[in-house]
């Protein structure tokens, strides 16, 4: 069954530092999103991407994220200049159709900031 | 922001029972409902997807979703350990495509 894979599983980076999470959806799928999940916290809601273009964001993807979809396959996350607060794991996601569509999530990245 | 709300448990049943989890919400406007399920040091996997009110099942698995009343369930039935793992409810409105996720419950299910 096809699947959505994210590398690397874990990332360790200094605070201050860019980081690059890359993300690999199911090839036929043409909606793309990031959702973060802080230790004990709630699965939330980052951006989604459609047709090259951000088509939804949450107030927390704010100046320091971005997202591109560099080449036909790939789909990133930079976070820049890293917070404490970063630290999470992030999941990529992708999805046939965008709304009612469901969607179909990668094992995620662990973020470590020190 | 509480727009879904969902018992973090944990809950240990064994092996064979009948398992029930919940979720609330708040916001009249969603209209899809997900069930997902999420192993240790996983991404969550796609359980259940009912759109509106009713009733859906799949195997072990039924969701039922009360609009009125603002609720969903997920029922397991005859349990077994592998179902051990967290359950995350999920939903979206007509318009948009956010996801706002429960907490999720943790289930354990014992030999």
């Known amino acids: 069954e096809p699947e959505v894979t994210q590398t690397p599983s874990h990332q360790v980076t200094q605070m201050g530092q860019e980081v690059i999470l890359r993300c690999v959806p199911i090839?036929?799928?043409?909606?793309f999103y990031w959702y973060r999940q802080i230790l004990g916290q709630k699965v939330e809601f980052l951006v989604s991407?459609?047709?090259?273009?951000?088509?939804?964001k949450s107030e927390i993807f704010d100046d320091q994220f971005s997202v591109e979809r560099p080449d036909g396959s790939n789909f990133t996350l930079k976070i820049r200049s890293t917070k404490l607060e970063d630290s999470a794991m992030y999941f990529c996601?992708?999805?046939?159709?965008?709304?009612?569509?469901?969607?179909?999530f990668g094992d995620g990245t662990r973020l470590s900031i020190l | 922001q509480k727009e879904v709300e969902q018992d973090p448990g944990p809950l240990s049943v064994p092996e064979g029972a009948i398992v029930s989890l919940n979720c609330t919400y708040s916001?009249?406007?969603?209209?899809?409902f997900m069930w997902y399920r999420q192993y240790s040091r996983k991404g969550p996997e796609l359980l259940m997807y009912?759109?509106?009110?009713g009733n859906k099942e799949d195997g072990r698995f039924t969701a039922q979703v009360d609009k009125s009343s603002k609720y969903i369930s997920l029922f397991i039935r005859d349990s077994q350990p592998s179902d051990s793992a967290t359950y995350l409810c999920?939903?979206?409105?007509?318009?948009?495509?956010?996801?706002?996720f429960g907490t999720g419950t943790s289930l354990t299910v014992i030999p």
């Open positions: 916001n009249s406007a969603f209209q899809y």
């Open positions: 999920a939903m979206s409105a007509n318009t948009g495509n956010q996801f706002y």
């Open positions: 996601a992708s999805s046939v159709g965008g709304g009612i569509q469901p969607q179909h």
């Open positions: 009912t759109y509106s009110s």
């Open positions: 090839s036929n799928h043409l909606y």
């Open positions: 991407f459609y047709n090259n273009e951000i088509s939804e």
